[in-house]
């Protein structure tokens, strides 16, 4: 019994001592940058490759410390020490420049009942330190497409620039594991492919 109640009060208080971390870092949650932000998303056709893109990303981000560094960040180093990251794209600021492959596009990813295709971080981990301000990296986590939640990874690049962090990154997805039906054009004769690469860069500041 006494080992237990040992155990027991050991175990609040590691959780009591990251509760602290989380709650001195007030100072190191960031906002979606006004600008230089952009999405693109390729994919094939039996006529021809085709992509999309936006440059409308929303999100927020909270560090259990603060970005000083990335050589030498905690939550790069341990799988278990990781930032909170919410990324929002809305589906309809996404653009082929064909306005009805846009509609089809739109409709396939049911737009009107899910407006957005939403990422929520699970883990991060650095895979190469380049320099003190610049780090290729492994991330994982839930991506939400058409209404349905599936896991991810993505390779990411990570620079810092001040108060200032940007992500570029890249997965690759298949859409039909989301329940996407494959969207057409030309009234059936372009079919597109299930596979897509989705690339991005997201910027991030200091609030």
Do not use: C, Q
């Amino acid at each position: 019994m006494k080992k237990t109640t040992t155990i027991l009060a050991t175990f609040i208080l590691v959780a009591a001592s990251l509760g602290v971390a989380w709650a001195t870092s007030a100072a190191s949650h960031y906002a979606t940058a006004s600008e230089g932000n952009h999405v693109t998303i390729d994919g094939t056709s039996n006529l021809h490759d085709w992509d999309v893109e936006g440059e409308t990303i929303h999100g927020k981000a909270a560090f259990p410390e603060a970005v000083t560094s990335l050589a030498g960040a905690a939550w790069l180093k341990s799988r278990d020490v990781n930032p909170k990251i919410t990324v929002t794209i809305p589906v309809r600021s996404l653009r082929s420049g064909h306005r009805g492959m846009d509609g089809n596009m739109y409709d396939a990813l049911h737009a009107d009942a899910h407006s957005d295709i939403v990422f929520r971080l699970g883990r991060i981990w650095a895979t190469k330190k380049k320099d003190a301000d610049h780090v290729r990296a492994r991330a994982t986590g839930k991506l939400t497409v058409a209404g349905k939640t599936r896991g991810v990874a993505l390779d990411v690049d990570i620079a810092r620039d001040g108060d200032h962090l940007v992500f570029t990154g890249h997965t690759r997805l298949d859409m039909t594991a989301f329940g996407v039906k494959p969207p057409t054009a030309m009234l059936g004769v372009l079919k597109t492919g299930k596979m897509v690469d989705v690339r991005f860069v997201w910027g991030i500041v200091r609030r």
